[in-house]
């Protein structure tokens, strides 16, 4: 399975959300308003600190932090010396004895619904425990400066959330600037068919890279979508998140998807791509190339 694919319950149905920056005060030294509509308090910046998200995970290492990371998940696999800190299992929800095994001074884990009860029993044990949604590029600079804050590296997360905040202001307005995109559906399944919406994290990036989503109308950020209703809206191209695109060729239902016929399907496999981190920026443009170069390839070019 390809690093998408394990990102899958990252990338589904997650939407984003937006909190206070770390403010100095209440029962600690420290403050941090989190995603999950909490006030963190720590005495002082954590030392151990045990990691439940990629997207974090990659954040505290990339702000100097990554000495202090002492738990994480088995989906944590960049950059390359998150392999040597202890895996603890997937991470949905957390598993509370592994953590606690650890002996962590912060946890951070997702904001969602399926680890709100185990975030309530770890603060009940002791441990802090700061909830942070990653779902788009928006989100990164935020959580950078909490992660910082959280662990004394104030500024280096500054410089961090800087540089992602310029990116992202530059990958959007070289959006802007260019003439419109293909047409594209991404798929995050193929059977039944799966679709990423306007509220998804690649459909972000389809769209900075210059791609337009047909499905960007959908009231939840992914949704189950005929191939009558795929044909329909005639997308110029098909992205596959985890699925191979001599798969879905092979496939005789889907001949009805005028894209599929021509051959025009693209599996999204880079790994930078698999979460929303700083890298997934750096990763745009040459997704933008390769829309480009497969949306005015000819039906006989992609055939051979």
Not at 152 to 166: D, F, N, P, T, V
Request: net charge positive; with cysteine.
């Amino acid at each position: 399975m390809s690093a998408l694919g394990r990102a899958l319950p990252l990338l589904l149905g997650l939407t984003a959300s937006c909190a206070p920056h770390p403010a100095r005060g209440g029962q600690g030294s420290l403050a941090l308003a989190d995603d999950g509509g909490r006030v963190v308090h720590l005495v002082r910046p954590a030392r151990r600190v045990v990691s439940l998200n990629p997207s974090t995970t990659e954040l505290l290492f990339a702000i100097g932090a990554g000495s202090q990371v002492v738990g994480r998940t088995r989906w944590c696999d960049w950059p390359p010396g998150a392999a040597r800190v202890p895996s603890l299992g997937d991470g949905f929800p957390p598993n509370i004895e592994a953590v606690l095994a650890t002996h962590p001074d912060l946890a951070v884990i997702y904001a969602a619904g399926v680890n709100r009860a185990a975030a309530r029993r770890l603060d009940e044990l002791g441990v802090p425990v700061l909830e942070l949604r990653t779902d788009r590029l928006e989100d990164l600079a935020r959580a950078a400066r909490l992660l910082g804050a959280a662990t004394g590296h104030r500024q280096a997360a500054e410089s961090l959330a800087a540089g992602i905040e310029a990116g992202l202001a530059a990958a959007t307005h070289e959006a802007l600037a260019r003439p419109a995109g293909p047409r594209v559906v991404i798929l995050a399944w193929l059977t039944p068919p799966l679709v990423l919406s306007s509220g998804s994290y690649l459909h972000e990036v389809v769209e900075l890279a210059g791609g337009r989503n047909v499905f960007d109308d959908l009231a939840r950020a992914s949704g189950p979508a005929s191939l009558e209703a795929i044909a329909s809206r005639d997308p110029d191209l098909v992205l596959t998140v985890d699925g191979a695109p001599k798969e879905l060729l092979r496939r005789a239902e889907w001949q009805v998807v005028r894209a599929v016929r021509e051959g025009r399907v693209l599996a999204i496999t880079d790994p930078a791509l698999a979460r929303p981190t700083p890298r997934a920026l750096g990763a745009i443009s040459s997704l933008r190339a390769r829309l480009a170069r497969i949306a005015v390839t000819s039906p006989q070019e992609l055939a051979r």
